[in-house]
Nanobody
Framework: QVQLEESGGGLVQAGGSLRLSCAAS????????MGWYRQAPGEQRELVAT???????NCADSVKGRFTISRDNAKNTVFLQMNSLKPEDTAVYYC????????????????WGQGTQITVSS
């Protein structure tokens, strides 16, 4: 059982910055990939960025060059540094973690954070 606790959301003006954190706790041996997703009103949830267990990042084209994903494996935490924020970035942001179901298993459970609201004003 894994819990993901997000922090760092809020209101910011266009051009500003925010840093999101998501810490995993509970019972697990390891965490594979972690990531961030977002969902704007009336829109589908979309991928923002992912990062592998060894620190390889991938970002959506819409945020590339502005957002940076990173992780601290010792603290089981993933971060999202968001710079040059735009009103289009307004959404609820969710963190995600892929956790092996058992040692040596190729199957994973996907866990989700509770979501945190990011609002970027014009």
């Amino acid at each position: 059982q894994v819990q993901l606790e997000e922090s760092g959301g809020g209101l910011v003006q266009a051009g500003g910055s925010l840093r999101l954190s998501c810490a995993a706790s509970g019972r697990f041996f390891s965490i594979n990939a972690m990531g961030w997703y977002r969902q704007a009103p009336g829109e589908q949830r979309e991928l923002v960025a992912t990062i592998s267990s060894d620190g390889r990042p991938n970002c959506a084209d819409s945020v590339k060059g502005r957002f940076t994903i990173s992780r601290d494996n010792a603290k089981n935490t993933v971060f999202l540094q968001m710079n040059s924020l735009k009103p289009e970035d307004t959404a609820v942001y969710y963190c995600n973690a892929a956790v092996p179901r058992s040692r040596g298993s190729g199957a994973v459970w996907y866990y989700w954070g509770q979501g945190t609201q990011i609002t970027v004003s014009s």
